[in-house]
Nanobody, 121 residues
């Protein structure tokens, strides 16, 4: 079992930065692929970024590559998403997920409650 709690969302102007955190409890954190998804109003939940168990491999959606950075601290059971050069189209609820990896929501058994990110133009 893994429980996930996101934090760090908020309101920021376009071009600004935010850092999201996802604190995990449970023994399986260090063995899980950790991923950030987001969901904007009226849209499906979409993949943002993922990091493998050791933190040595990452992947990003094309829309955020070069602007967002995912990282993890297995000693603190925490995964981060550093978001720079934010755009209004980044506005969404951001979710942390733990699971097998990949871009499909069905690959992830554990989800946080989400944190709102709003980027004003």
């Amino acid at each position: 079992q893994v429980q996930l709690v996101e934090s760090g969302g908020g309101l920021v102007q376009a071009g600004g930065s935010l850092r999201l955190s996802c604190a995990a409890s449970g023994r399986t954190f260090s063995t899980a692929v950790m991923t950030w998804f987001r969901q904007a109003p009226g849209k499906e939940r979409e993949f943002v970024a993922a990091i493998n168990r050791s933190g040595g491999s990452t992947s990003y959606a094309a829309s955020v590559k070069g602007r967002f950075t995912i990282s993890r601290d297995n000693g603190k059971n925490t995964v981060f998403l550093q978001m720079n050069s934010l755009k209004p189209e980044d506005t969404a609820v951001y979710y942390c997920a733990a699971g097998q990896g990949g871009v499909g929501v069905k690959n992830y058994a554990y989800w946080g409650q989400g944190t709102q990110v709003t980027v004003s133009s």
